[in-house]
């Protein structure tokens, strides 16, 4: 059997599902590399450019982690457009070209390109050709392809229901997932999904706002149509998936009534994130708004510090009756 290494980090908290299906269906053994901690950072902090973001520190963590697992292949796509006329951040397009430059000991990888926005033949040929690794048959890879593509549904379904992106995978895995009791704020919890929903780079956020009597909703629990447009109603489309959907996010949650409070976790050294926060920071005019910006030196003291001050704040303002005084007027 055929060992694939798929890194813990990035992509793997929207897409691992999908892939870890497509490739178990065509008879191959799936290697996941384990939960980031702090010796994925050290690791990858050897390995990384000093300029790159935290999110592909981690990333190349992983994958020093997955060098060591005698693999056959290592899975790592060049993801440059999941939806037409929309585009991930560059550092997704360079990633195997960066990775083959760090790193002398990788297993062949398979490094296909998603690019939906060209034409949907290329992305076919280049599945096939990814199947072909493992069988010849036609009927079969296609067959994968279109079971995997009804996992990530599912997946993406459970998070619908308010569950992060890495407790539908738990879920989906079979394994439970931490019950956690409702709270009396509601929060709207905004950044990307592999910082988000990693607990060792976001510190834990998503938990620690549960442990501190607080609802947290994400991007993937709204009403996806809803947010594209409050999105469309800023002057200039953005042009990024993830950046588009927490701009729109935002400004749906900035309206809801039911939100208290929005926080927005950011990676230092991210180039979107610096453009993104910032419109949405002078775009919230009716909800309390905290920018959190990490990176491998930060202290979770600081981010509880924080939580718990913009927390009080929340509740305090609940009493009072006071409305919000934003920012930017
Ligand atoms: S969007 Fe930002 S955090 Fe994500 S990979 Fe690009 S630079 Fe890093």
């Not at 980090?9 to 290697?31: C, H, N, Q, R």
């Not at 549960?210 to 953005?238: D, H, Y």
């Not at 959907?245 to 929005?262: C, E, F, R, T």
């Not at 510090?305 to 934003?326: I, K, Q, S, V, Y």
Request: aromatic letters at 12%.
């Amino acid at each position: 059997m055929q060992r694939v290494g798929i890194p813990h980090g990035l992509f793997y908290y929207y897409y691992y599902p999908l892939w870890k299906t497509f490739f178990s269906d065509l008879g191959a053994e799936v290697i996941a590399s384990s939960e980031s901690n702090r010796l994925t950072l050290d690791e990858g902090l050897k390995s990384a450019v000093d300029e790159t973001c935290l999110p592909i520190k981690v990333y190349f963590g992983h994958i020093r982690e997955l060098c060591r697992q005698n693999l056959d292949y290592m899975f790592i796509p060049r993801l440059v457009s999941v939806e037409p006329k929309s585009y991930i951040c560059p550092k997704f397009m360079g990633i195997p070209d960066m990775v083959k430059a760090a790193f002398t000991d990788l297993p062949p990888l398979i490094d296909v390109t998603i690019d939906v926005s060209r034409t949907d033949r290329r992305l076919k040929q280049d599945i096939v050709r990814v199947g072909n690794l493992f069988t010849q048959d036609k009927k079969k890879i296609r067959k994968a392809y279109i079971h995997a593509c009804q996992e990530y549904y599912f997946c993406s379904r459970l998070a619908r229901e308010g569950y992060t992106r890495a407790e539908a995978i738990q879920l989906w895995e079979g394994k439970p997932v931490d019950s956690f009791s409702t709270g009396d704020l509601n929060i709207g919890v905004l950044g990307h999904g592999y910082s988000l929903y990693d607990q060792f780079i976001s510190m834990s956020l998503i938990g620690r706002l549960r442990k501190m009597g607080c609802n947290t909703f994400f991007p993937e629990s709204l009403e996806q149509e809803a947010v594209e447009n409050e999105a469309a109603t800023i002057p200039k489309r953005v042009f990024w998936t993830l950046g588009r959907k927490m701009v729109g996010s935002a400004l749906y949650m900035d309206k809801s009534p039911a939100i208290d409070g929005i926080i927005y976790l950011a990676c230092f050294g991210c180039g979107p994130d610096s453009l993104i926060g910032e419109i949405i920071e002078q775009k919230m005019h009716h909800k309390p708004f905290m920018m959190l910006t990490i990176d491998e030196h930060s202290g979770e003291g600081g981010l509880v510090t924080r939580l718990e001050a913009f927390c009080d704040m929340l509740r305090r303002r609940r009493m009072r009756g006071e409305g919000n005084l934003p920012a930017y007027g």
